[in-house]
Each structure stands twice: as C-alpha cells, then as structure tokens.
C-alpha cells in the first residue's frame, strides 16, 4: 500500500511540510488519488468520502494509479492540490536520469496565463518555507529549478498548449499536469480538426513519463467530447488506464461557510452553470433552451408600453437589420440602477417582393432615438458602412455590437445574468410577447475551448430572433450604467434656498482657502529653496578661499 521510495507521503508533505490545511474531502483525494491508498484503507468521514468521489471503488491497481483524472468542482482546491503534488515530485520523487539530463515536473493548459497559476502557487509554496526556499537555484516565471540536496536539479515549468506537444518534447518527465484539460481543443484520433490538441499533447508526454510519475488531468467539467471526458467515462468507478475522481465543491470544502454560501449564491443566480461548475455535471448548455422560461415570464408587469422616459436614466437603443427575408428592429432600455427596463420597441417586416428600404428604416429608428435622449445606436457588422452613413445624415452615430462567437456569447451571458437574478422588467403588450417567444428559441451549446455557440432558430411567424438580438445589445451596453443625480430646484428666498446659498458659500470659501494655503505653501518653499541655495553658494566660496 505504501511506498517505501520516499521518506514522506504527499498528504504528510502537504500539512507538515507545506502547512497546507487541507480539508477531509481534500485529504482524501491526497491519499487516494496522490499517493498510495486505496479507498477501503479509510475510515470514518474519509471512507464515505472516498465512496462518493470514486464511484464506490475499492482497489486501485497500481498500473491505473500512472493516470488521474481529477474531474472537481471550482473552489475545491485543486489547483493548490496539483501545485503541491509539483513541489513534492520535485524536491522527493526518486528518478536516474544521465549525465546532464534535467527532469521536469511540467504543467500544461490551454494559455500560458492559466499554466502560470500552477506555478505561481507553487513558488509561493516553497517561498513560504525556509527549507524549500533554499532549494531553488533559479526563479523565473514560467519556472522553478530546484536543487536537491544530493545535487541533482530538477525543474517545474508551465507551457501553453502547442501544436503537437512540440514544447515538451525531448524531456525527461517526472510527472504531468494538463490543467482545465476539458478546455483543450480536442479532435479525437484523427488529428485533422484542430492544429493543437489534447490527443497530440498527451501523445507527446506519456513516452517521456518516468516509470514511478503520474500524469495528471484536472478540471471542471465542460460538455464537448475531449480526451479528458473520454479517460473519464471509461475509468470512473472501474480503472482501466486512470483513477478518475468526481468531487464536487460542497463535499471536498463542505467545512468553509463561505464556500457553501458562494454555491448557494450560485445556485439561486444560474443553476445551470452552478450545476456544471461546483457539482460538476456534465449535463446541460447541449441545445437546450438558453433563457429560463420562469425567468422570463417572472420579468413581465403590468406597466405601461411604450414606458415614460426618465432622462435621469441612462438608456441605450440597439437595433437588428434585415431588410429582405428577416426584420429590422430597435429596442430602447433604460437603467434605474438597478434593473432593467424595456421602454420600447419597433419592428419592421419585410413584406414579399417589397423589401425595405435602409434609409427609410433608419430615419424611423433614428427618430425614435432621439426622442428617448440617444445619440447613437448600438448595431452588429452587418450593413454597417451603409448604417453608418444613414445615421450621419440623421445626426447620430454608430456604435459597434461585439463581435464573433465571444462576442454574442457575451452579450447574451450578461442578458442571462440579470434576467435569472430578476433584474429584467418587460411591460405586458404584442411585442414584449413576440421578444419572449423568440427568447424562449435561443440555444446554446458547448463549444470546443470552453465557449457557447448560441444560435437562434428561424421559425415561421416569429422571424430570425430579431427583436431579442437588439434587446441583448441594449441590456449588455448599460452593464455598467450609473443613474444621472439631479440637483432640487428651491424658490428663492424660502428657507430651503438661503440654506442651500449658504452652503455653496461655505464650498466656495473653502475652496478659495485651499488655493490661497497651497500658493502660500508654494511661495514659501520656493523661498526656502533659494535661500538654501544662497548658504551653499556662500559656503563653496568660503571653502574656495580658505583653500
């Protein structure tokens, strides 16, 4: 069960060494998927932590313990788990290598930034500890190098994903981590799909793995078929080629209130993504309905439509064009500072054969507004050079919507955040129904990388989604809005007058006492500055004669 390679266990490393205070839950995942137990020589919380982690496994077969699949919930500590495990291999792993020959202890992930948090955290580790910190012979940042007491150097290194493992090719491995490994592009086995992939990297690593590493896949879980996903499904429960665990955040830091808080904070904003990123399941974001449907009909009241504008809040007026087979729309929202609030909108259909016409189109929408205080409109790529030179010509300008996949994917998060938060306030008519109809047609599914592909269906009587594609743009441009504070006018001569003149005299006279205090100060320092220059002249020419 235990290995008699090494003086210290990894779970041992960790609170004795490293001071780590790890939690049952991570203690478990330590000494099971770390180091050398098997779930059946725990007891007590351990025990029934172990089951419910790894499916109910008894044994793991030291051939399965080369691979782990670390599938864990966001916040559960496993960044700080696989940091740790990287200092431990490289400070203690026994390994003989040649003459001159490095071994690495190698994290990869999908971009340099997210590999650099590995590393990070591992120089803080050892940083942390005088007899660590004395170990490191060379600190930069993507690496550590290290020198054992018997003098051999060992070196910790992060690299963003490269094409065919190029970048860790040629390298004596003591162990591997493949950080967000479910965030890889990945293409199966045919390495066509992608330039850089999960199946081309692990290819690249696992030959150079010494015969006592362990290669490593930590994430949480993403809905898209990727290697990790695959060595997951095939070894959750019985090991075949990997020990994969299956932990989510509540169980592994069920003792730290703030955690379970932040879950449940999570759970009430989007319980589709909490379910993903703490309980790690894997359902969900695969075509299914993208806006809450009890959300959605949770935003509408009874208010008047269009609504009253308030020029104390800031608005914003988005459209969506088509001119021949789709609609052209303009949403105006306004922001009260905290929610939001659909004040109008236009929709202009295309009739068949007669297809509209742009500058038509946007002289009505520039109209509207202006008549709601807007001096631009927020539009996507599509007719832009055209758009813009209508809305010149009707004194208003163009603001570019976000582009791309990223870009909707943004626009549309954001929506989805405040209207599952209940900051959305639709007014009950024709058109807010036709928004909620296509609303309730958006799909998201995962895309490769860890991205949405959000896309919205075309259906007969409803259009191409015209109507929530400029309501999205309008939402995620007053993200960050601030409500307008507006002075009270008094009639002069009250008493709420006079005391309001009296306090500007106040403000006034303060500010004209600052500045006189601050030139006085500046007089004096001046002064003093040309005296003591005075003292140094007349000491250098005494000093002169004297010689």
């Known amino acids: 069960m235990k290995s008699e390679l090494r003086p210290i266990e990894f779970h041992q490393f960790c609170t004795a060494v490293l001071k780590l205070n790890l939690t049952p839950g991570q203690t478990v995942i330590a000494k099971v998927a770390f180091g050398d137990y098997n779930p059946s020589d725990l007891d007590g919380e351990e025990r029934s932590l172990a089951v419910q982690f790894f499916g109910g496994l008894e044994e793991v077969s030291e051939d399965a313990r080369r691979f782990v699949i670390l599938r864990l919930g966001r916040g559960s500590g496993k960044t700080t788990l696989c940091a740790a495990y990287a200092v431990y291999c490289a400070v203690s792993q026994p390994v003989k290598v040649g003459p001159g020959d490095t071994p690495y202890v190698i994290t990869i ?123 997951f499904d095939r070894n959750y429960a019985h090991p075949v080629d990997g020990v994969a665990v299956c932990a989510p955040t509540v169980l592994v830091r069920s003792n730290d209130q703030d955690v379970v808080a932040m879950v449940e904070d999570e759970m009430r904003k989007d319980p589709e993504n909490a ?105 996507d790529g599509h007719y832009r050079e055209s758009v813009k030179e209508h809305l010149a010509e009707n004194n208003l300008g163009l603001v570019d919507a976000p582009e791309g996949m990223k870009g909707k994917q943004d626009t549309f998060s954001r929506v989805r955040s405040v209207l599952h938060e209940g900051l959305v306030v639709l007014p009950n008519s024709e058109l807010t129904k036709r928004l909620i109809s296509q609303a309730k047609l958006v799909t998201a599914k995962a895309a490769p990388g860890g991205g949405l592909s959000i896309k919205i269906p075309r259906k007969v009587g409803l259009g191409h989604g015209d109507l929530v594609s400029a309501f999205v743009l309008a939402v995620h441009r007053l993200a960050y809005g601030q409500v307008k504070q507006e002075s009270p006018l008094y009639e002069p001569g009250t008493p709420e007058w006079n005391q309001e003149f009296t306090r500007r005299m106040w403000v006034a006279e303060a500010k004209r006492n600052a500045k006189c205090l601050a030139q006085a100060e500046k007089e004096v320092r001046a002064t003093m500055s040309a005296k003591r220059h005075r003292e140094l002249f007349t000491l250098r020419s005494e000093r002169l004669s004297y010689g």
């Not at 504008?309 to 088509?322: F, I, K, M, Q, T």
């Not at 929202?333 to 929610?339: N, P």
């Open 275 to 379: 379910r993903r990123e703490f309980y790690c399941e894997v359902e969900g974001l695969t075509g299914e309905g993208f806006f809450d449907l009890s959300a959605l009909r949770g935003s509408v009241t009874d208010d008047a439509f269009p609504r009253g504008y308030n020029r104390l809040w800031p608005v914003a007026a988005a459209c969506d064009l088509g001119f021949k087979n789709d609609s052209s729309t303009l949403c105006i929202v306004q922001f009260d500072g905290r929610k939001y609030h659909l004040t109008d909108l236009l929709e202009k259909r295309p009739k068949p054969g007669r297809p509209l016409r742009p500058s038509e189109v946007i002289k009505d929408f520039a109209a509207m507004a202006q008549r709601y205080g807007c001096n631009h409109i927020i539009s």
């Open 109 to 231: 992930a999908p971009d340099k930034d997210t590999a650099r948090l590995s590393i990070s955290m591992a120089r803080e580790m050892m940083r942390g500890q005088p007899a660590l910190d004395r170990l490191i012979v060379s600190d930069e940042k993507t690496s550590i190098t290290v020198r054992r007491p018997n003098g051999q150097q060992v070196k910790i290194e992060a690299f963003a994903a490269s094409r065919g493992g190029s970048s860790v090719r040629g390298r004596t491995i003591l162990a591997f981590l493949l950080d967000e490994a479910e965030f890889f592009t990945s293409n199966g086995d045919d390495g066509r799909s992608y330039a850089v992939n999960d199946h081309d990297i692990f290819r690249a690593l696992k030959p150079r793995l010494v015969r006592n590493g362990k290669g490593m896949m930590v994430s949480t879980p993403w809905p898209v078929e990727t290697l990790m996903g695959t060595m």
